[in-house]
């Protein structure tokens, strides 16, 4: 019997993917706006009425946080995305300018890569899908290998549905035979033509290293500043209500807390009214070491999982009626594990004297990780939001809300995505809530409006001007203008 090896067959696939997702793209650019929308519309709603099945599938597979709030981020990916992409010009012409004689054309980009973590598997599916064949393209999914089921799911909803409504075969593609050297493949393919990154750092890295355009994200590790005029009550409300949402999977979710030394005690108390648990000394020390492995990597085994698993995976003592577990820190960096990303219900606590301080700390802890992603502040002084908006290296600075919702525009006026460009400042090429806007190129017509003996008129009647403007009585200035013109033309 012969054996197949699989690092091969994973290539091969991937390359019969792109193939077949290029032929049906050609297509997809024939198509008129009012065809890709319809696509779209049938998409989404086969999406969003799969979502608690995909859900439970997605949880059960990967085991991280829990099912119903991922119904939520199913919900958001396909009838929120719906909502926002509706009316949006993808397709043709975009735009005149009359007055210019400047037109716009939109031209899809090609084939685009997904990459899909195991964090938010059916839910970034379903929007990397949407955004995609909004904007005329074909995408080729590679999943993550620990949600390789829930993803494949999720990808036969959205072939069956499209293809009901038109769309050519091979637009929604996805590797089965999962390996690095088939992701590898799709990335640096000839005929890929973006790569919409969304994972770890590494991954992301690779994605930016493969000749190939590409939109990735890095880490967050956002702060939440609690400032002295915030409503308080409110504000934790809504830190609980975030870390707590799929169990602090969603990049965007608070990792640390900020408080100024006369309200710490104020902020304590509510917390822990709230039902967060301050951990102890030594038991914190036991559970950063847990949580941060030695490498400085997180630990997988706690993404994800509620404070009662943490805290017996850790071996300390966590009260059945935990929320969050909240830990003190005072240092940034690999030996103060708070200060780190973690995509569980773990939060650093720092405290500061003054609200400047805290926008210093607020930097250090960005730019050791977490840069040009997100970061909260709660406040009733909008002075302060101003003074941090404008110094803040973060791409989204929220205010008053839930981060992990605020972040992914459940919450907030952004748009809905799952894909947050971190800027230059974090190594991505777009600091947006990655849209359909970021998925086609512009093509400008512009008219000519006039010619090469205007733009000569143009400026000798400027110089004309210049020349009379001077005072007859001002002698100096006008030999030095005269100079000035005999040597432009010499040159």
């Known amino acids: 019997m012969k054996l197949l090896d699989k690092d091969l067959v994973s290539i091969q696939e991937t390359r019969d993917l792109i193939r077949e997702a290029k032929q049906a ?159 590898n493949e799709l990335m640096k393919n000839k005929d890929t033509n973006l790569i919409l990154a969304t994972g770890g750092s590494a991954m992301v890295k690779a994605a930016y290293s493969s000749g190939t355009p590409a939109i990735g994200v890095g880490p967050g590790n956002g702060p939440a500043f609690i400032e002295r005029t915030a409503d308080v009550p409110t504000a934790i409300r809504q830190i609980l209500d975030s870390k707590t949402f799929d169990n602090g999977v969603i990049c965007a979710s608070e990792q640390s807390i900020i408080v100024e030394e006369d309200m710490k005690a104020t902020v304590v108390a509510e917390f822990k009214k709230q039902g967060a648990y301050f951990v102890p000394e030594e038991d914190a020390k036991k559970l950063g070491a847990f949580i941060i492995l030695p490498s400085g990597a997180m630990n997988p085994k706690m993404v994800g999982k509620s404070p009662q698993v943490i805290g017996k995976l850790a071996g300390i003592y966590v009260p059945e009626d935990a929320r969050v577990l909240i830990a003190e820190e005072t240092g940034v960096g690999k030996h103060a594990p708070y200060s780190m990303e973690k995509l569980a219900p773990v939060l650093g606590f720092y405290t500061v004297k003054t609200w400047e301080e805290a926008c210093e700390l607020s930097m250090k802890i960005l730019h050791h990780e977490g840069v040009g992603h997100t970061m909260t502040i709660h406040t009733q002084n909008e002075k302060i939001v101003r003074e941090f908006a404008l110094k803040k290296p973060v791409s989204r600075l929220l205010v008053n809300t839930a981060a992990a919702l605020g972040g992914v525009g459940a919450t907030t006026g952004l748009f809905p995505a799952f894909t947050l ?47 009379t403007s001077v005072s007859n009585t001002d002698e100096e200035q006008l030999i030095n203008l005269l100079v000035q013109r005999v040597l432009s033309k010499l040159n």
């Open 25 to 183: 793209q050609q297509e997809l650019a024939k198509m008129s706006q009012e065809q890709i929308d319809t696509i779209v519309k049938v998409v989404a709603k086969a999406c969003y009425d799969e979502r608690e099945r995909l859900a439970k599938m997605a949880s059960e597979e990967t085991g991280f946080g829990r099912w119903q709030d991922k119904v939520l981020k199913n919900a958001l990916a396909s009838k929120g995305i719906l909502e926002e992409i509706k009316d949006m010009r993808t397709v043709g012409i975009l735009s005149e300018d009359k007055e210019n004689k400047v037109m716009e054309v939109a031209v899809p980009v090609g084939v685009v890569a997904g990459l899909i973590p195991s964090t938010n598997p059916t839910s970034t599916v379903m929007y990397k899908a949407l955004i995609s064949l909004k904007a005329g393209n074909s995408i080729v999914f590679s999943p993550h290998p620990n949600a390789l089921k829930s993803i494949e799911a999720t990808v036969d909803v959205i072939k069956r549905a499209a293809k009901s409504a038109g769309c050519p075969e091979g637009a929604i593609g996805v590797i089965h035979n999962v390996s690095l050297q088939a992701t």
């Open 421 to 467: 460009g971190c800027g230059a400042v974090g190594g991505s090429a777009t600091s947006d809530n990655v849209s359909p806007l970021n998925l086609f190129n512009v093509r400008r017509i512009a008219y000519g409006t006039s010619e090469l003996a205007d733009l000569r008129r143009a400026e000798n009647q400027q110089i004309e001007v210049n020349t």
